[in-house]
């Protein structure tokens, strides 16, 4: 595992003193940055990470490292991301929330189901207004 700080660039061991540009492309509405991964939300409601992953571990939306701000799935309507140390936590302009990364002792809400691939509901209440997560 390496540990830059969120993996940017091509070089992902790099150090970076300066703020560096991730994406020029896009005009970002928030970002959330977690255990060596972050994820953004841009103005029209796309969702992008990048940073570590493995096969077992997609708090980013991958299962491998990117190292540039990539799409995460097609949906364009996410509205709040909050990253935590193994799991991203998301709230859809519907009021719904999801989460995706790692289920260790519940940890991700979805109790003791396993890990789940991708972006799962967690339950199915549609009035959330804020999430938090914690690294």
Same mark, same amino acid.
């Given at each position: ?13 790099? @150090?970076?003193?300066? &703020? ?10 928030? @970002?959330? !940055? =977690?255990?060596?991964?972050?994820? !953004? ?17 997609? !708090? *980013? ?7 540039? &701000?990539?799409?995460? =799935?097609?949906? !364009? ?36 189901? &396993?890990?789940?691939?991708?972006? @799962? ?9 804020? @999430?938090?997560?914690? *690294?």
């Amino acid at each position: 595992m390496k540990m830059a700080s969120l993996e940017i660039g091509e070089d992902s061991d790099a @150090v970076y003193r300066t &703020p560096q540009l991730l994406n020029d492309s896009n005009t970002w509405k928030t @970002v959330s !940055a =977690g255990s060596y991964y972050g994820n !953004a939300i841009d103005t029209e409601g796309k969702l992008w990470g990048w940073g570590y992953a493995d096969d077992n571990y997609d !708090a *980013n939306g991958f299962t491998t490292e990117i190292y540039t &701000p990539t799409q995460v =799935g097609t949906d !364009a309507n996410w509205e709040i991301v909050s990253c935590g140390y193994e799991n991203t936590y998301l709230i859809k302009d519907d009021g719904t929330l999801w989460v995706m990364g790692r289920n260790n002792s519940g940890s991700s809400g979805l109790g003791d189901n &396993p890990t789940e691939d991708g972006i @799962v509901q967690i339950g199915t209440d549609s009035d959330w207004m804020h @999430v938090s997560s914690y *690294n």
